[in-house]
């Protein structure tokens, strides 16, 4: 398991828990807007945690710490994944996934072995913008559609997420998003941050907090729930 960071105590990073976060090296996407571009880009060039160390962390925070977040890069490229997880769970911690939905096969093995509490599915943009904010102009949509559809059958908890980066995502886009995961329990959008992205070009201001809300309540009328988050 290629493990590149580490927050070691969160109370944000996962809905009602005291949470340690893990970030995996790597990822299939390429998108531009993205704020870990060394996880993404030169994975290789970050050292490796060592497991021993991560391992004895968790066994000694039994009890104070609730779950643990696997993010990334993109965890379900991770061949150990799994095996991973299953460790994770033998110590009775919750395990939140963050993922970009890209691998439903992996994302499918985890819901039926039971080894998930919680996933964060990353919604880039709405189908025709796809190619354009994760920088793979051979996309395959319907991996998106199965781990969306996944998702919303499994009953477990989950969100869906969009970072709403100016330019490139507007009112219109944020509700045909809403519109392509109508059901959802939970939508949320993103603050962009203009620090460290992939495309170091990419310098323009965040929305205003008021003008994401006013795309939350567009979106409301196809899910649940809509939050803004970082504002």
Same mark, same amino acid.
């Given at each position: 398991?290629?493990?590149?960071?580490?927050?070691?105590?969160?109370?944000?990073?996962?809905?009602?828990?005291?949470?340690?976060?893990?970030?995996?090296?790597?990822?299939?996407?390429?998108?531009?807007?993205?704020?870990?571009?060394?996880?993404?880009?030169?994975?290789?060039?970050?050292?490796?945690?060592?497991?021993?160390?991560?391992?004895?962390?968790?066994?000694?925070?039994?009890?104070?710490?609730?779950?643990?977040?696997?993010?990334?890069?993109?965890?379900?490229?991770?061949?150990?994944?799994?095996?991973?997880?299953?460790?994770?769970?033998?110590?009775?911690?919750?395990? /939140?996934?963050?993922?970009?939905?890209?691998?439903?096969?992996?994302?499918?093995?985890?819901?039926?072995?039971?080894?998930?509490?919680?996933?964060?599915?990353?919604?880039?943009?709405?189908?025709? /913008?796809?190619?354009?904010?994760?920088?793979?102009?051979?996309?395959?949509?319907?991996?998106?559609?199965?781990?969306?559809?996944?998702?919303?059958?499994?009953?477990?908890?989950?969100?869906?997420?969009?970072?709403?980066?100016?330019?490139?995502?507007?009112?219109?886009?944020?509700?045909?998003?809403?519109?392509?995961?109508?059901?959802?329990?939970?939508?949320?959008?993103?603050?962009?941050?203009?620090?460290?992205?992939?495309?170091?070009?990419?310098?323009?201001?965040?929305?205003?907090?008021?003008?994401?809300?006013?795309?939350?309540?567009?979106?409301?009328?196809?899910?649940?729930?809509?939050?803004?988050?970082?504002?």
């Amino acid at each position: 398991m290629q493990l590149k960071g580490w927050v070691r105590t969160s109370l944000i990073d996962y809905p009602d828990h005291i949470a340690t976060v893990l970030f995996t090296g790597g990822c299939n996407f390429r998108c531009p807007p993205c704020h870990n571009a060394d996880l993404v880009l030169r994975p290789n060039d970050l050292p490796d945690l060592p497991l021993d160390e991560v391992w004895g962390f968790l066994a000694r925070r039994v009890g104070m710490v609730d779950g643990i977040v696997i993010s990334g890069g993109e965890p379900t490229i991770q061949p150990e994944l799994l095996t991973f997880v299953g460790d994770v769970r033998e110590l009775g911690l919750d395990v /939140k996934l963050d993922t970009n939905g890209y691998r439903p096969d992996v994302l499918e093995a985890l819901l039926e072995a039971g080894m998930l509490d919680y996933v964060a599915l990353d919604v880039k943009a709405p189908p025709d /913008k796809y190619p354009l904010l994760t920088g793979r102009p051979d996309l395959d949509l319907g991996r998106l559609e199965r781990s969306i559809g996944l998702l919303q059958a499994s009953g477990l908890k989950h969100e869906f997420r969009t970072t709403v980066v100016p330019e490139w995502l507007d009112e219109g886009d944020i509700e045909s998003i809403a519109r392509w995961i109508s059901g959802a329990e939970l939508y949320v959008l993103q603050q962009f941050r203009p620090l460290h992205t992939l495309d170091p070009t990419l310098k323009m201001d965040p929305y205003p907090v008021d003008r994401l809300w006013a795309m939350a309540r567009r979106a409301q009328r196809w899910v649940g729930e809509v939050q803004v988050r970082g504002g």
